[in-house]
């Protein structure tokens, strides 16, 4: 072989070793820093089996240790043997495991825990022409979005307390997690929503949706929501809501939603032309019911005369 060929094999051989233990390294300081983050979880819930497909096996116990079993021929008799291994570090387990496959793992055991749905999945095209934004598919966060269901699962089951300070005391935290999980979801939707709406936007151009005294909400072309406030008892001072999470601490997802369909409907009257409709059908007919309500006052009184007198 060539002396040139041989050295340059060489080269990328030493390069891609060092880059696989980069890569492990960086993974295993990773995959650590996820699990301190749950820890309490995977505590609470008493460690969880990650995977259970025969002949592979993996679970988390509560101090954050794995188990792994392992399948293999004996060359000696011929026969399967299974053997349970104890995995006690993130770095043990990127050698055994491709880390993206253990997060994959994570996210689906805990929301089988949890009693959620499977995470959708979908093509690119097939989500286009369901009309479904590829975010409510498969999200580039959902690592993040998903880490979090076993803490849901806890959060769910009963609660209890020594007495009634202490059950005050706790329901006012949950009330407090709560909002807090309430709110996320919230601005979740406001996000779709602009990510949804970027191209269309682009071409109808900024819009004014509400312009009031103490209030101003606009769709830029951008799809983005922007809106300015003036807090209640801050009268003169105006606060800039720029972020989804900006935006459900004095909006509802809903009310937004349903101010932006009325101003583009006014607008452009011909996108809801049932509602032009409606609105002359208003105008053109009588009211029936007032003139009967007016006809029929004599007789209600002349039926509630007697009762009095009884």
Same mark, same amino acid.
């Given at each position: 072989m060539d002396a040139n060929r041989t050295d340059l094999l060489g080269e990328l051989a030493r390069d891609a070793a060092l880059e696989r233990s980069d890569f492990l390294v960086r993974s295993a300081d990773q995959l650590q820093g996820f699990l301190e983050a749950n820890a309490a979880r995977i505590k609470e819930i008493g460690g969880m089996t990650l995977i259970d497909d025969d002949p592979d096996y993996l679970s988390i116990a509560p101090d954050l240790s794995f188990r792994s079993r392992t399948r293999f021929q004996d060359e000696a008799t011929g026969e399967w043997v299974s053997e349970t291994e104890v995995i006690e570090s993130a770095a043990e387990l990127v050698e055994l495991y491709n880390?993206?496959?253990? +997060?994959?793992a994570f996210a689906e055991a805990a929301r089988e825990a949890a009693g959620l749905e499977p995470e959708p999945t979908a093509a690119d095209d097939l989500l286009s022409v369901a009309g479904i934004a590829q975010e409510?598919?498969?999200?580039?966060?959902?690592?993040?979005? +998903?880490? @979090?269901?076993? $803490?849901d699962w806890a959060a769910g089951q009963p609660l209890d307390a020594d007495d009634e300070t202490s059950a005050a005391h706790k329901l006012y935290d949950l009330a407090l997690t709560?909002?807090?999980?309430?709110?996320?979801?919230?601005?979740?939707?406001?996000?779709?929503f602009q990510v949804a709406a970027g191209g269309l936007a682009e071409q109808v151009g900024d819009m004014i949706v509400i312009d009031d005294d103490d209030e101003r909400l606009s769709l830029s072309r951008? @799809?983005?929501?922007h809106a300015?406030?003036?807090?209640e008892g801050e009268e003169g001072e105006w606060r800039k809501l720029t972020t989804p999470e900006e935006l459900v601490?004095? +909006?509802?997802?809903?009310?937004?939603? @349903?101010?932006?369909?009325?101003?583009?409907a006014e607008a452009y009257p011909a996108v809801a032309p049932e509602l032009d409709e409606a609105?002359? $059908?208003?105008?053109?007919?009588?009211?029936?019911?007032?003139?009967n309500a007016e006809d029929d006052e004599p007789a209600a009184d002349a039926d509630a005369q007697p009762k009095a007198d009884r």
């Open positions: 880390p993206a496959d253990i +997060y994959a409510e598919s498969v999200s580039p966060e959902a690592d993040v979005a +998903y880490a @979090g269901a076993a $803490d709560f909002q807090e999980r309430s709110q996320l979801a919230e601005a979740r939707l406001i996000e779709q951008t @799809g983005q929501i300015e406030v003036e807090p601490e004095f +909006y509802d997802p809903t009310d937004v939603f @349903g101010d932006i369909a009325d101003a583009i609105e002359e $059908d208003d105008e053109e007919e009588p009211d029936e019911d007032d003139d």
